[in-house]
């Protein structure tokens, strides 16, 4: 009995390991698993790779898609770098590009990104108007009020949402979340059907365009 336990376990182990084996040297395909933008957006940074996250507060997907993407980023070296861009593709989501914006511009993005989706989502919070929000983050982050909204209303930061709708454009964004690795592959989300999937193709794109700029060998 304790020698098939034991054969067992091993076998177990064995097939553990084969699939991380397997995981570690899957290729993915060009026009299945992703697809080439043409013409490819110029990031201008040759020091980092950049990965674009398109996302809406709004966008329950978005919300769902955070508990991936949060570990996956925290992992990231310092050679490949995560930009978030939020999107406006309906009414009303144009005070939350702002929002994001303005947390972005104050430093504090990292501590109230996931709170905002949760407040969305799960709290079922509704914020009407930019005021509602500079409320929001008062009551909950304890930061002034008044130069939130002067920060959500400058010139700014309505350049950085027009920006960000410009760049929804030239990367061919339709829907939320998607990735962009470097300016030039998109992630068929369809096709890979699962987060954990699209975070992998990421990854692999990720080394692939850091190994063709020189930034790993």
């Not at 994001?100 to 109230?112: F, L, N, P, R, V």
């Amino acid at each position: 009995m304790k020698k098939l336990v034991l054969v067992l376990l091993m076998f177990s182990v064995f097939a553990v390991f084969s699939q991380n084996n397997q995981a570690s040297t899957q290729t993915f395909i060009n026009g299945k698993h992703y697809t080439e933008l043409n013409p490819a957006y110029e990031t201008a940074n040759q020091e980092q790779v950049i990965v674009y996250e398109f996302f809406g507060y709004k966008c329950p997907h978005c919300s769902s898609f955070q508990a991936f993407v949060k570990p996956w980023h925290k992992k990231l070296p310092k050679h490949v770098k995560l930009v978030r861009i939020p999107v406006v593709f309906q009414p009303g989501w144009d005070i939350f590009a702002k929002a994001y914006y303005t947390s972005e511009t104050m430093g504090i993005a990292e501590k109230t990104h996931q709170a905002m989706f949760d407040a969305l989502h799960k709290e079922h919070k509704r914020f009407r108007t930019i005021e509602d929000i500079a409320s929001w983050y008062a009551d909950k982050f304890s930061i002034d009020r008044d130069a939130f909204l002067s920060t959500a209303n400058s010139f700014m930061i309505d350049s950085k949402v027009r920006q960000s709708n410009n760049l929804m454009q030239k990367m061919k964004i339709s829907s939320t979340p998607s990735l962009v690795i470097n300016g030039k592959y998109k992630p068929n989300v369809k096709e890979l059907g699962t987060h954990n999937a699209v975070l992998d193709v990421a990854s692999f794109l990720s080394n692939q365009e850091a190994m063709n700029m020189g930034l790993v060998k």
